[in-house]
């Protein structure tokens, strides 16, 4: 194990059998200190960045039906909606007037919508609103490929035309695809959410890279989906963050899943921080573990507090309500010993933004 432990501090690369070691034999604060090391190694500086923005989900109406989804409607199921653009744009207006500098889109994969439909959305957004839009997932974009019997790479270069900035991480949940046929079967498998990744990648552009873990997937799976995201990382480079957070299971259809403890979810942001080696930065996730383990989780590998999350709807259906405003992510980052800074999705500093 000291050899592992020395092979990290020289900046070397972890292999699967020696990450597993890692996982379920070092002690928690031994993990700890490796990953916080490796964390001051990549930002030497002690800054801790976040970004304002707001998540809007401009669609609930699913027919993919995930297990661990408390937020869905089904097509025909009362509480279904589709946000007007005039709606959208009311809340990109909020977001500006609150010092966001982007927005989050996502939604269900609605039968009765073309992509056309995306498409004037975008550009909707563009001609009336200077924002960055980081949006849609990689199902979304397989779904909208399959629907509309074209290439992913059409897909994605027609969303690009129509203004789309940068694509997030959603919809990863565990990258293992026995795990994704007992939790979403309906969702693309791990090999096509790759590929999508890849293919934004490789049309210029920058992505994050997702894990919710602690539902059905074994430990040994957690670490395929980190070992996964490296080697896609190996290739284009396009990813700008990680982000590990945790399930919630109540109103859920997979309800007696417990919910994991502090301590998994630290170990387990640790370990991302230890395999991800070219993934410069790691997200801590204070909207389902609350701000305090957020907190905690800036000295196991987290360099990045996330959003404000002006507006967050997804998490919030399973029962987890936690709001940050900007000036309560100053005072968490300050009180932890870092420097909060402002930044854009591709992790650019806001100037005066401290």
Not at 55 to 84: H, M, T, W
Not at 216 to 231: G, N, Y
Request: glycine share 8%.
């Amino acid at each position: 194990m000291n050899e592992i432990y020395e092979k990290i501090l020289d900046g070397g690369r972890i292999d699967f059998d020696e990450a597993l070691r890692l996982y379920t034999e070092t002690e928690f604060h031994d993990l700890a200190h490796l990953a916080h090391r490796v964390r001051l190694a990549k930002h030497p500086d002690p800054v801790v960045t976040y970004v304002v923005d707001r998540n809007i989900n401009y669609s609930n109406i699913c027919v993919c039906c995930c297990k661990f989804c408390a937020f869905y409607r089904e097509p025909d199921q009362d509480g279904g909606y589709v946000l007007s653009f005039e709606e959208i744009g009311q809340k990109i207006d909020e977001t500006l007037a609150l010092g966001g500098t982007q927005i989050l889109m996502q939604g269900g994969h609605h039968p009765d919508l073309p992509l056309s439909w995306y498409e004037d959305m975008l550009r909707y957004i563009k001609a009336e609103h200077p924002v960055h839009i980081h949006a849609f997932s990689p199902p979304e974009v397989v779904f909208w490929s399959e629907k509309e019997r074209i290439p992913v790479a059409e897909v994605i270069e027609r969303l690009r035309n129509a203004g789309l900035d940068s694509i997030p991480g959603g919809g990863a949940e565990i990258l293992v695809d026995a795990v994704r046929a007992e939790v979403a079967p309906n969702k693309c498998p791990a090999g096509q959410w790759l590929a999508v990744m890849e293919e934004a990648h490789n049309q210029g552009l920058r992505t994050t890279a997702t894990m919710m873990f602690g539902h059905v997937e074994s430990v040994e799976q957690r670490l395929e989906h980190l070992f996964a995201v490296r080697d896609v990382q190996d290739r284009t480079g396009g990813f700008t963050a990680f982000i590990p957070w945790t399930f919630q299971p109540d109103h859920t259809e997979l309800p007696l899943c417990r919910k994991l403890t502090s301590v998994e979810y630290l170990r387990t942001l640790a370990m991302s921080r230890l395999v991800l080696d070219n993934v410069d930065n790691i997200q801590v996730s204070w909207v389902t573990m609350g701000p305090a383990i957020a907190q905690l989780g800036l000295s196991f590998g987290g360099n990045d507090f996330g959003s404000t999350m002006i507006e967050e709807n997804v998490v919030k259906a399973a029962g987890v309500r936690f709001r940050l405003s900007r000036e309560e992510i100053h005072r968490l980052v300050e009180s932890a010993g870092f420097t909060p800074r402002q930044r854009t999705m591709d992790y650019t500093l806001l100037e005066g933004a401290g």
